[in-house]
Nanobody, 128 residues
């Protein structure tokens, strides 16, 4: 049974930083990509970025490029989302997700449908 648990959300002022964590358990060897998504009230869930579970290469949405960094600790089965220079528009429920699909381009991995496992989410609120 795969389980993903996010933590690290909270309230921060604009310009501040937060670091989200995602702890994975279960059959993590089947993971190919770990993704971070977010969903604001009344909006669709959107891709923030992802990291190849084995190779470690990353890919980001344009809206967060240069501000957010994804990393992983394979030994701890954990993925992190370091968020700097936060803006009020970054306010959302943040989810980590795991995809077991292989040979899929990053452009396709922006889709929620590529991910079979999801955490429960952690709230990030950025005040102006």
């Amino acid at each position: 049974q795969v389980q993903l648990v996010e933590s690290g959300g909270g309230l921060v002022q604009a310009g501040g930083s937060l670091r989200l964590s995602c702890a994975a358990s279960g059959r993590t060897s089947s993971f190919n990509v770990m993704g971070w998504f977010r969903q604001a009230p009344g909006k669709e869930r959107e891709f923030v970025g992802g990291i190849a579970w084995h190779a470690g290469n990353t890919y980001y949405a344009d809206s967060v490029k240069g501000r957010f960094t994804i990393s992983r600790d394979s030994a701890q089965n954990a993925v992190y989302l370091q968020m700097n220079s936060l803006k009020p528009e970054d306010t959302a429920l943040y989810y980590c997700a795991a995809s077991t699909e292989t040979e899929v381009p990053w452009s396709a991995l922006k889709s929620v449908f590529r991910y079979g496992y999801w955490g429960q989410g952690t709230q990030v609120t950025v005040s102006s």
